[in-house]
């Protein structure tokens, strides 16, 4: 029984594990993927996403818990760009049988075709559930192909002359240089074949405002015919760009060969395939401003001023006016900075440094600014130009707006470029690197001087697609100079008092004024209090204290500060300072010090502290006055030259192509030659056309600090006539009547003579742009220390055709000159009265560009502390030298001068009957002789009272 027990139950177990082989899926348990593809569309717009969902399966028993891991892996796509990734666990707990997997797709902004990534299954952890279909593919489509859109030609490449009629393009031999190129697309209206291809453009939905550009450039060819590869042009500017349907023309050259490359886009802004145009290469005998030498670039002269603009300006009052002028060259990019330039690449780039290294410069558009004003402005056309000269100049949208405020700066007719700005004092020593320097501040000069210096760097860049950075660069460096004085004398010898109906009164007296690092203004003073008591700051029982005010500047404060006092209240001498709290553009005007005085009793000793009663505060007017000395003839009578007082005569013959630099700002000490030249502007005379012809030069100093001007407009004619703002004045040079110069002063000759004159000036002569004189420095020392003497020349300018540089026509005086030196000069010379120039001089009348006359004037700078030995050209020393009675280094009393010219009238008296007892005798045989312009008198001789006083 048992063994057939055994056998049915054995049997039975046989059939059940053959049934479990038949129907695995009902009792085991599998997880999957439900489908291995899935597909999904990118989104279009950034922010936007798409979600794929993909189901997790579980089949077979589920009466047990799984737990499988499902993640990401790039293919195409890639995480964080494409979609983001997935990293997760997925629990199916008891009965559950899916699980969907969320995966979004994000916007990456590229154009592309189909991107794709997987994701990957992971085993059960626990074991328990089989993993089958563990892969799936979800793919990326996009909504457009990338090649859905192309033009139906190539590109066209012509210079933006020809951009209206691009059928000459054919048969130029390319583009000219100096101007932009243009790359016409099939699709432009400006295509040569659009009437064929207008409509494929628009059957293509094609919108050409969309094109996007590239533009390739290599090096001209080399005479061997080898030429280098296309390079694309991937260097914006600060205000040019190189993916614009123009290409500037600072990227080529004549030579250079040019192609563009244009991308269609279609209306919805899907881009297309790209086109590229066929090279063309830039004309080489076609030009707008052809290089001086063919093929040769490199750095021309330039031109650059600094010039105060004084109050009567109604745009720019009390600024100083700096202007660049320099020659255009096709191609040429003009770089203007106070600061040192270096790496180009950077310097030119869009980049914010550029802003912060060079806040004075031309590489600045007009919202990078820091100061009042810039060299580029918001105007894109230059007011001097009336409509287009060339076409599409002023075009912003072919062009570009930063591009034309740029090129607002060039006149393209004359091939000139002239960059302007203003600046006030604090701008150009905090942000241009001026320097400020204060020599000169002694005591009883009649005038100080203030020198602002600014450094100025020119750089000529021309674009290189083989040079170092892309771009090579001619480098020129100068300096700015700008000189102002004012009157020091008058007050540090009397002083200013207080007024008559103040209760107390006191002395001002000051010692020093200058202009500090910041460009403040620092004046130290002194006080003496003509009361019991002394000056002080402020007291407690005063509710007043002393201060500075200006009516000329209500703005502008200052702060004051007491240096030091004599210990003492008999009318104590005090020390003061007061600096202003801000820089201006101009100090010249009143100011008021307010002092606080404090009195004590008469018999109360000095002691500290200080205990006095405060009174009512007496008031001081202090003038100052800041004057430009440097630059005192307009552009319009000095017709575009440049006068130098030189002390090197090698530079003096030179032919000034290395510039003078500092040599043209020296000091002459006694015994020097001072060396004038004047010579046409470099720039405007390229090519020697104009030449350059000295008439007449004068000497001339002014009385009480004024400083000679030649300004019609005001009545001011510099040296050319008498006036009573003139203490001395000379003609030294007359080139068509040398017998009506002054030769001497003092006894002391003038030596003066014209290059023309000159055996060993014949460099200077054969240069027909120049022009040169000399004289001695002798003379000038024999007027106070302080006075300051001016140079002042007349010349003519004319062109190659009508110019001859021989002695000239005769002078318009002449006729007037004769009749003087014809009665009795040395009566007339004796009187030093100064008389009103009612009308203009006669030479004065004939000064400006279309009498081809100009006129300048140089201070001559003297350098009294070495004396050097007097030239042989000296005269004899019949007399003491002229002194200036009422000047203020002068320390003869008033009754030493009375006592000696009692003396000298006896010594003359008796000298005389000796003289006429002597020549009596010999009358009949001796003539006297008549006395010259070489007399001991100072002054020039001037015509009688019925004469016009415009003697030249």
Request: charged share 20%; proline share 7%.
């Amino acid at each position: 029984m048992e063994k057939k027990r055994t056998l049915e139950m054995g049997e039975e177990a046989s059939s059940l594990q053959f049934h479990l082989s038949m129907f695995p899926s009902i009792l085991e348990t599998i997880i999957k993927f439900g489908e291995t593809k899935f597909s999904v569309r990118e989104p279009q717009a950034p922010g936007q996403s798409a979600v794929v969902k993909i189901p997790v399966i579980r089949q077979g028993d589920t009466s047990k818990v799984s737990t499988v891991r499902v993640h990401t892996k790039d293919g195409s796509a890639t995480s964080g760009e494409d979609y983001h990734p997935v990293s997760e666990e997925i629990e199916f707990k008891v009965g559950e049988t899916q699980h969907i997997v969320e995966i979004e797709v994000i916007f990456d902004g590229v154009r592309e075709m189909r991107e794709a990534f997987t994701v990957h299954l992971k085993p059960d952890e626990n074991m328990i559930a089989e993993t089958q279909v563990t892969k799936a593919i979800v793919y990326i489509e996009e909504m457009n192909s990338m090649a859905d859109v192309t033009f139906p030609s190539v590109p066209q490449i012509v210079s933006l002359l020809m951009y209206d009629d691009t059928s000459k393009a054919k048969e130029s031999a390319g583009p000219v240089s100096g101007y932009p190129v243009v790359c016409i697309t099939a699709c432009n209206p400006k295509y040569s074949d659009y009437d064929k291809t207008g409509s494929i453009c628009a059957s293509e939905n094609i919108n050409d405002t969309l094109t996007r550009y590239r533009w390739l450039i290599s090096a001209p060819t080399s005479p061997d015919g080898v030429t280098s590869p296309m390079r694309e042009v991937d260097f914006d500017t600060f205000f040019t760009s190189s993916k614009m349907i123009t290409l500037d023309a600072i990227y080529f050259q004549p030579g250079s060969r040019v192609q563009c490359a244009a991308r269609a886009v279609n209306a919805d802004g899907s881009e297309g395939l790209e086109l590229m145009s066929p090279i063309v290469t830039i004309g080489r005998e076609e030009g707008l401003c052809q290089p001086r030498v063919p093929g040769i670039v490199g750095a021309e002269p330039f031109s650059a001023k600094l010039r105060y603009t004084g109050p009567e300006d109604p745009e720019y009052a009390n600024l100083l006016k700096l202007t660049v002028t320099m020659p255009h060259t096709d191609g040429m990019l003009p770089v203007i900075s106070t600061k040192e330039l270096s790496n180009f690449e950077l310097t030119l780039s869009p980049d914010g440094t550029r802003a912060g290294n060079h806040k004075c410069s031309n590489l600045l558009d007009y919202t990078e600014v820091k100061t009042h004003h810039g060299f580029l402005t918001d105007a894109t056309k230059n007011p001097d130009v009336i409509g287009e000269t060339y076409p599409y100049q002023y075009s912003s949208s072919i062009r570009g707006s930063r591009t034309l405020r740029f090129y607002r700066n060039l006149n393209l007719e004359a091939c000139l470029w002239e960059f302007v700005s203003y600046y006030d004092m604090s701008e150009l020593l905090t942000d241009c690197g001026g320097t400020i320097g204060t020599d000169g501040q002694v005591l009883n000069l009649v005038q100080s001087y203030v020198t602002l210096r600014v450094p100025l760097y020119v750089s000529y860049v021309f674009h290189s697609p083989v040079g170092v950075g892309g771009w090579q660069h001619f480098d020129l460096q100068s300096e700015l100079r700008l000189t102002f004085v004012y009157d020091t004398a008058i007050l540090w010898n009397e002083g200013v008092g207080s007024p008559p109906e103040a209760e107390l009164h006191g002395s001002l007296y000051p010692t020093s004024m200058r202009i500090g690092e910041e460009g403040r203004l620092v004046v130290n003073f002194k006080t003496e209090a003509q009361f019991h008591g002394l000056f002080v700051l402020s007291h407690p029982a005063s509710f007043t204290s002393s201060m500075i005010m200006s009516a000329d500047h209500p703005g502008l404060t200052f702060s004051l500060r007491l240096i030091r006092s004599e210990p003492t209240y008999n009318q104590p001498v005090q020390q003061w300072s007061f600096v202003s709290d801000f820089a201006v553009r101009d100090y010249s005007g009143t100011y008021t010090v307010k002092l606080l005085p404090c009195t004590t009793p008469s018999h109360q000793e000095y002691r500290l502290p200080v205990t006095c009663n405060p009174r009512e505060p007496v008031t001081f007017d202090l003038d100052i006055r800041f004057q430009q000395v440097s630059d005192p003839v307009a552009a319009e009578f000095s017709l575009n030259t440049q006068m130098y007082l030189l002390s090197k005569k090698s530079l003096w013959l030179s032919d000034g192509s290395m510039g003078f630099g500092q040599e043209s700002d020296v000091a002459f000490a006694e015994g020097d030659v001072i060396y004038g030249r004047v010579m046409v502007d470099p720039v405007q005379n390229l090519g020697d056309s104009f030449y350059c012809s000295i008439e007449k030069v004068f000497l001339c100093t002014g009385a009480d600090g004024y400083v000679p001007k030649y300004s019609p407009a005001n009545a001011e004619y510099g040296c050319l006539a008498d006036s009573p703002s003139l203490l001395y004045r000379f003609k030294i040079v007359d080139k068509a009547q040398p017998e009506t110069q002054a030769t001497s002063f003092g006894n002391v000759l003038f030596n003066a003579k014209l290059a023309v004159d000159d055996p060993e000036a014949i460099l200077l002569v054969n240069q027909p742009g120049s022009d040169g004189f000399k004289v001695d420095s002798t003379p000038l020392f024999q007027v106070a220390l302080g006075r300051e003497w001016y140079i002042h020349t007349i010349y003519t300018v004319r062109s190659k055709d009508n110019a001859k540089r021989g002695i000239g026509r005769r002078s318009v005086e002449y006729e007037y000159h004769s009749l003087v030196s014809s009665g009795e000069p040395q009566a007339m010379a004796g009187s030093r009265r100064k008389r009103e120039v009612r009308s203009p001089p006669a030479l004065a009348r004939e000064i400006g560009a279309e009498n081809n006359r100009g006129t300048n004037i140089q201070h001559v700078a003297l350098d009294r502390s070495s004396r050097r030995r007097s030239p042989q050209g000296r005269a004899p020393p019949h007399g003491l030298p002229p002194r200036e009675l009422s000047s203020p280094s002068s320390e003869v009393s008033l009754v030493a001068v009375m006592g000696g010219g009692a003396v000298g009238l006896l010594a003359v008296g008796l000298m005389a009957l000796a003289v006429v007892l002597f020549k009596g005798k010999k009358s009949a045989r001796r003539k006297g002789a008549p006395q010259g312009s070489g007399s001991s008198e100072p002054m020039m001789p001037r015509p009688g009272l019925q004469s016009d006083s415009s003697e030249v």
